[in-house]
């Protein structure tokens, strides 16, 4: 990896990039499902190949290949540049970077399992049981269960000097129960919808989720919901559970606070934000128990989000996002950083893969626990809705006017759980949301959930993203609306 | 680029290391380039190339697969080993079918010289173009501009080879003005026929048109939705027309394949042979795609079928399946909707009041049965009254049954090759529907 990536460098260099920087990567996945009793997709696939960032005549190139000879890392290099010759030539300024230190090291990301090293026959085994499991309650018409396993390594070097090795291993999988009947698909999933829980882990992840222990009350769940009430439709007071707590974070903080939305290179595409500049530091973002940070140091937890430099070379940091209500950060980039005059990046470019350029993606972006546990927030509830598990998940392009459903919720009444509901959705504004929020769980229910499938960019770079979410509660919501039409 | 000839020989040398009983290999190639525009400048300009060799084996009725992006003997024996040993691990699959032998296919041309080649000066004087569009009007653009080509061949041990090549093309505009954005995008195998002008000036007029837009309250009403629009919402509706999705009873067309689900003027086929197509003429296991009639006169005549799911249906494949193995099965995803002869222009002359909708954002699923949607509109919506745009107003949230619109629809235009930024691309018309339900309103 190193001579290719130096080449490349002085290559650029050579062809008269004021700035570059380049990044090897070896990527090796294995997807393993199984669908009602079968072995369904069992696949592996390794990418390796070299991206080439350059700043030439004040503006930006990127160049990638797979074609890892002399020949073709040269060639590369010399078309980022060529790249942003033609950039050029549509430019106001000259491409600018918040100054950064020259870093040499060397980052393995903590995995005690290696998943790559469980055999394929272990895991279907354990998968094909929770199958049965599931099909074995009454009425359910599809069982699937999934284990997604990365390994990510890669080089970064930069003309700054910067040569950062990082290794990281990442693990998911989860399943899904499907009923239909009646005219009605119902699911229940587990321990979260789009592929269950994801970490920066190894198969100690799986180990720790009891798949097979939870399949069966899962399923019944999924059953038991054609009967239940339909969740009414008004506005009412809502618990949300820590995983939907966890998407609620991702689309209307983690996206918002993305500087470059702000700054409009996402206008046509992943949208803008409503965080505007001078909205730093004097906006009330929500209540004053509502404390969120972006963190991907390992101190934070082993998230989607977490590594020890991004793909700029900038170390890992845990920025203040929102303290007690307050809006106070985003997350930022070396350009976008210096484009608002900050000192320096937050570190949070991040890129899917080797032939893909860093954006502004989120870390890990969390809401900081507050106290008790969830069965002390419910007791303390005189009248709520309770939602768990995303169903679906929508937001304006300047993130706004959200709506959320879940697959599953509960009334509470009295301080105690009330009847099953099925088909809840709620819907509100961010900063009213988040505003109305009283009360948030302890440390002891406290998940930092991995989102896998975080879409942004053009071409599109699909990027795991880390939530750290205890249940909250929120103060009269819109609740029902999806279904009242 | 990728050759056939290569493809061949690369597959020569997967037949050489795979012990397999019976070995596929899908082998492609990509070149893309785009240049992206945000605040009248470029700002990101990327290209990429790359070749992948996907190995599929098949042992004892178990199948797996392995891929790789290395073409060196050494990686090409890994990635058969590897295909091999994942296939050897499961238990075998007594409904897994052998490999199909050699397949006749009709060819289509959607390779275009110019467009693989288009160069960065090329794309940067297109971009020039609309930024000139927008600082006329003291607006500012942002979008995309994208070309490139891809190569995929399948190949079995049966003798079947299959091999396609074509290009691509993209241009995405957004006007913004000081409170309100306009968008236009369409999409080609030829850049030939992108106008980065009219693109622009559609972008930049919706833009100007919807300046300080104002509040109408969420409610009912009759929606004028230009083609982008139908296309994101038909999107989500053609996943539930593959044969797994209604076998495994996922779909919304559970019990429904056969009945009349939507308005007697629907109808819809999927067609990868329309001259405003693209895409390769066979499927991931190299079945040639056939043409089929999805909805006529309203009536779900069909759903399409890989070849495990149509034994499974006890009916023909039709060269929709994706590469196996996989969880999905198939999508119709050619689709061709029928259309009239109302422009969007006499949709708004019939209309007493109503939405104009230029496009639509963030569509989810609600319901998968009943097929709610929920999403907002985006990028230029509009009050139309006694039969003219009257003035701009703020996005809204709809929740929408997808099934329910079909039956509310009192015009179609031509249908034309359209993209959108949620669904892939189709031949659809713009439609002016009665009843669409929007719930709330946001701040812009």
């Known amino acids: 990896m190193n001579s290719l990536a130096q080449r490349a460098l002085d290559t650029a260099t050579a062809k008269g990039a004021g700035y570059a920087d380049v990044r090897v990567l070896d990527i090796r996945q294995r997807y393993l499902s199984t669908r009602n009793g079968r072995a369904s997709e069992v696949r592996e696939s390794q ?115 910067s040569e950062i090795y990082q290794l990281k291993t990442q693990t998911g999988a989860g399943f899904v129960a499907t009923s239909f009947q009646n005219n009605e698909i119902q699911r229940r999933s587990f321990p979260n919808s789009f592929g269950g829980q994801h970490q920066t882990r190894g198969y100690e992840l799986v180990e720790e989720m009891d798949l097979v222990g939870n399949a069966r009350r899962i399923a019944e769940q999924a059953v038991a919901l054609h009967k239940a009430d339909q969740c009414p439709s008004g506005v009412r007071d809502i618990i949300l559970g820590s995983s939907q707590l966890g998407l609620q974070i991702h689309e209307s903080i983690g996206h918002p606070i993305e500087l470059d939305r702000v700054l409009g290179t996402e206008a046509n595409f992943a949208g803008m934000s409503f965080l505007t500049i001078e909205k730093l530091n004097n906006l009330r973002y929500g209540s004053e128990i509502v404390n969120a940070v972006a963190d991907a140091t390992v101190a934070h937890g082993p998230g989607l989000g977490t590594f020890a430099y991004d793909d700029e070379g900038v170390p890992a940091q845990c920025t203040p996002i929102i303290k007690d209500g307050q809006f106070v950060g985003y997350l930022t980039s070396r350009e976008t950083a210096a484009a608002v005059g900050q000192a320096r990046s937050s570190g949070a470019m991040r890129a899917e893969s080797w032939n893909r350029i860093p954006i502004i993606r989120m870390t890990n972006v969390s809401v900081l626990p507050g106290k008790g546990s969830l069965a002390e927030l419910i007791a303390s509830t005189d009248d709520a809705i309770y939602f768990e598990t995303n169903r679906s998940w929508s937001i304006d392009d300047r993130r706004y006017n959200f709506q959320f459903g879940t697959e599953f919720g509960w009334e509470i009444k009295n301080g105690k759980i009330g009847r099953m509901l099925k088909n809840p959705t709620y819907a509100g504004i961010t900063t009213e949301f988040w505003n109305s929020c009283d009360a948030i769980c302890g440390p002891e229910e406290w998940v930092l959930w991995g989102t896998p499938n975080c879409g942004k960019g053009q071409p599109m770079q699909t990027m795991g993203t880390g939530h750290g979410a205890s249940p909250a509660r929120f103060r009269k919501v819109q609740v029902g609306v999806a279904y009242a039409g | 680029m990728l050759t056939r000839k290569k493809a061949e020989e690369i597959f020569t040398q997967v037949l050489k290391y795979s012990t397999a009983e019976e070995t596929e290999a899908i082998i492609g190639s990509t070149s893309y380039s785009l240049t992206r525009f945000a605040n009248n400048i470029i700002h990101q300009n990327v290209a990429e190339e790359g070749v992948s060799v996907s190995v599929r084996a ?88 994208s070309s490139g080509s891809v190569a995929s061949g399948v190949f079995n041990s049966r003798g079947l080879g ?46 100007l048109d919807s300046h300080d837009p104002k509040e109408v309250p969420p409610s009912k009403y009759t929606v004028i939705l230009e083609p982008s629009a139908v296309l994101d ?135 998968p049965f009943q097929k709610i949607l929920t999403g907002m509109t985006r990028d230029g919506t509009f009050w139309v009254e006694d039969g003219k745009i009257q003035y701009g107003v703020r996005n809204l949230r709809f929740n929408q049954s997808v099934i329910e619109m079909l039956n509310h629809v009192e015009m179609l235009g031509t249908p034309q090759r359209t993209a959108g930024e949620e669904s892939f691309e189709m031949v659809v018309p713009a439609m002016k529907v009665r009843d669409f339900s929007f719930s709330s309103l946001t701040k812009f």
Not at chain 1, 53 to 73: M, Y
Not at chain 2, 172 to 193: F, H
Not at chain 2, 326 to 349: L, Y
């Open chain 2, 233 to 367: 919402l038909l999107g989500f509706l053609f996943f539930d027309f593959g044969g797994l999705a209604v076998h495994e009873q996922r779909s919304c067309l559970t019990g429904r394949v056969g009945q009349k689900l939507f308005g007697d003027n629907i109808q819809v086929r999927d067609d990868v042979f329309h001259p405003l197509q693209a895409g390769a003429p066979f499927d991931g296991e190299g079945i040639p795609r056939q043409r089929v009639i999805l909805v006529e006169r309203g009536v779900v005549k069909g759903v399409v079928h890989a070849r495990r799911t149509a034994q499974l249906m006890k009916t023909q494949p039709t060269g929709h399946g994706f590469p196996l193995p996989n969880d999905i099965g198939e999508v119709p995803m050619n689709i061709v909707m029928e259309g009239n002869k109302a422009s969007v222009e006499d949709m708004i002359r019939s209309t007493e009041r109503g939405l104009l909708v230029t496009r639509l954002w963030y569509i989810r699923e609600v319901d």
């Open chain 1, 47 to 161: 990418s390796c190949g070299l991206g080439v960032r350059v700043i030439a005549d004040g503006a930006w190139g990127f160049a990638s290949t797979d074609d890892l000879t002399q020949g073709g890392v040269d060639r590369s290099a010399a078309q980022a540049v060529a790249i942003a010759r033609a950039s050029a030539l549509c430019k106001k300024q000259e491409a600018i970077l918040a100054p950064e230190e020259k870093v040499v090291d060397r980052w393995v990301a903590a995995c005690r399992i290696d998943p790559f090293s469980v055999p394929v026959s272990s895991c279907l085994d354990l998968m094909l049981k929770v199958d049965a499991e599931i099909r074995a309650v009454a009425g359910i018409t599809l069982s699937e269960c999934s284990m997604d396993f990365r390994r990510i390594e890669q080089l970064f070097v930069s003309s700054l000097g």
């Open chain 2, 162 to 207: 299959a091999f396609h090549e074509e290009t691509s093309s993209e241009f995405s505009v957004t006007m913004l003005g000081e409170t309100s954005s306009g968008w236009a995008k369409a999409g080609s195998p030829n850049c030939e026929s992108l106008d980065p002008e009219l693109l622009a000036d559609r972008a930049a007029r919706k833009a």
């Open chain 2, 58 to 145: 098949v042992v004892d009725h178990r199948t797996a697969r392995a891929s790789t992006n290395k073409l060196d003997e050494a990686s090409i024996r890994e990635v058969c080993e590897a295909a091999l040993a994942l296939a050897r691990t499961q238990p075998p699959d007594p409904g897994l079918l052998g490999m199909p032998g050699p397949q006749t296919f009709r060819s289509v041309d959607r390779f275009h010289p110019g467009t693989a080649n288009l160069s960065p000066q090329a794309r940067a004087e297109m971009v020039k173009k609309v930024v000139a569009r927008a600082e006329k009007d003291h607006l500012t653009a942002a979008g995309i501009l």
